[in-house]
């Protein structure tokens, strides 16, 4: 119901059907999986950067064959997760082929969570890693200006018993949703996360969207978040630092870069042999605490969202009940 909501709010807005369902697929899975910054909190943004120029769609875009089993898409500023959709299913079609693939993406925007292509390619027995950077807004370690965006990495692997590893991680000190959403909500930064617009440290929310962020783990992240434009910007002849826009320039196409690794197992040892070995490793690590690998979380949050429906905060709903009515549209959210 979610999904065919978001559809028909961004066909109204002027997408293309096959993308808008990609879009809307991406945005209600960040809500099933319990990351509300990554769904449909975003839907409003997604639409005035549709209505605005900043996002093209149908987008057209158009795929490059560097070498076998590398390949480059341009994503014609096209919607960013339906890009980045396309862009993991090609890589996961490369290397059952081929075992190994390299898919990279230029002139994308925004694409979401990075963890939903990565799980998207472990529930089909590879091991992906996905690569993106973004706007400028994340200080070098030892620096005051910003020169990086937050700059995600996400790898995923096949657990067991259906299950997939996840890790999904900004490169800051804290994801940019989140310091838009406290900015909206209200709410105090913890220290050592951003800095304000005369570079001093702050926990105001507000003051960290005029200022900065810092990296997360100081040259560690800084160092990671340079591997991002490396691997999803410059290998991919993407935008990178100050190239790359701010979704919020609604008017304007991101040029974002991404990247996509696909290994599949099946090319390494066979399915038993894998699980064998995953779960040997998480009897090691997890043992008789109380660990939870990465992923775990959320796969739980998916299946109670499976059970008893997603659940959306009623600011969200409130949003996109007003989303809705500007564009003459029906919403599902009597109460909102």
Known sequence: MLARFACEVLEAAGADRDEAESVARILVWGDAVGLPNQGLWRLDTTVRRLEDGGIRSPCRLSMETVFPGCLRIDGNDGPGHYVAEVAIDEAIELARARGLAFVGVRNGNFCGALGYYVDRAARQDCVAFAFS??????????????????????????????????????????????????????????????????????????????????????????????????????????????????????????????????????????????????????????????????????????????????????????????LARGLRISHPFPDA
């Open 133 to 322: 950077n973004s706007f400028p807004k994340v200080v070098p370690a030892g620096g005051s200006i910003p020169a990086l965006g937050t700059n995600p990495i996400a790898i995923g692997a096949p657990a067991t018993g259906g299950e997939t590893f996840v890790l999904d991680m900004s490169t800051a000190a804290s994801a940019g949703s989140t310091i838009t959403k406290l900015a909206e909500q209200g709410g105090e930064l913890p220290p050592g996360v951003a800095l304000g617009a005369e570079g001093q440290p702050t926990l105001d929310p507000e003051a960290a969207a005029r200022g900065a962020l810092l990296p997360f783990g100081g040259a560690k992240g800084f160092g990671l978040a340079l591997v991002v434009e490396i691997v999803g910007g410059i290998l991919s002849e993407a935008a990178v630092s100050r190239e790359v826009e701010s979704m919020y320039h609604f008017d304007a196409p991101g040029r974002n870069g991404q990247a996509f690794i696909v290994l599949n197992t099946g090319h390494f040892l066979t399915r038993e042999r894998y699980t064998s070995r995953f779960d040997a490793l998480r009897n090691y690590v997890v043992e008789d605490q109380d660990v939870r690998l990465p992923g775990e979380r959320r796969s739980a949050a998916l299946a109670d969202a499976e059970r008893n429906g997603v659940y959306l905060e009623p600011s969200t709903q409130a949003k996109l009940s007003n």
